[in-house]
Nanobody, 119 residues
C-alpha cells in the first residue's frame, strides 16, 4: 500500500493551497486518514484527521483556516489550507490507517510534500 501526496508549493501569506493524498494497493478498508507536518528543527505535529465517516479533528494552530475532507470511493484525503501564514511552512505528510483482509491494521505514511509560505 502506498500513499501519494501532491499539491504543495510556494505561496504568499494569506494565500491558499490544496493538498491531496491518494492510497493505492490492495486492502480491505481505510480507517482514519490525516495530515501531519514537520518544520525544520521541530517535531512532527498533527494538522488534521478525518474518520471513515467524516468526523474531523484539527490541531490548534490550524483551526478555522484548514479543512480536511476525504473521498472514500477514491481512497483520497484532501487538505484545503486558507489564510496561510509563514509559520505554516513545513513538509506535510499524509497518513492512513490501513486495514488488510486479515484484519490487521497498520499506519502508512506518504512521502511528504513541501509547503512554503512567504511573508
Amino acid at each position: 500500500v502506498q500513499l501519494q501526496a501532491s499539491g504543495g508549493g510556494l505561496v504568499q501569506a494569506g494565500g491558499s493551497l490544496r493538498l491531496s493524498c491518494a492510497a493505492s494497493g490492495i486492502f480491505f478498508h481505510i480507517n482514519d486518514m490525516g495530515w501531519y507536518r514537520q518544520a525544520p528543527g521541530k517535531q512532527r505535529e498533527l494538522v488534521a484527521t478525518v474518520t471513515s465517516v467524516g468526523s474531523t479533528n484539527y490541531g490548534d494552530p490550524v483551526k478555522g483556516r484548514f479543512t480536511i475532507s476525504r473521498e472514500n470511493a477514491k481512497n483520497t484525503v484532501y487538505l484545503q489550507m486558507n489564510s496561510l501564514k509563514p509559520e505554516d511552512t513545513a513538509v506535510y505528510y499524509c497518513n492512513a490507517q490501513i486495514v488488510s483482509f486479515t484484519g490487521a491494521t497498520r499506519n502508512v505514511w506518504g512521502q511528504g510534500t513541501q509547503v512554503t509560505v512567504s511573508s
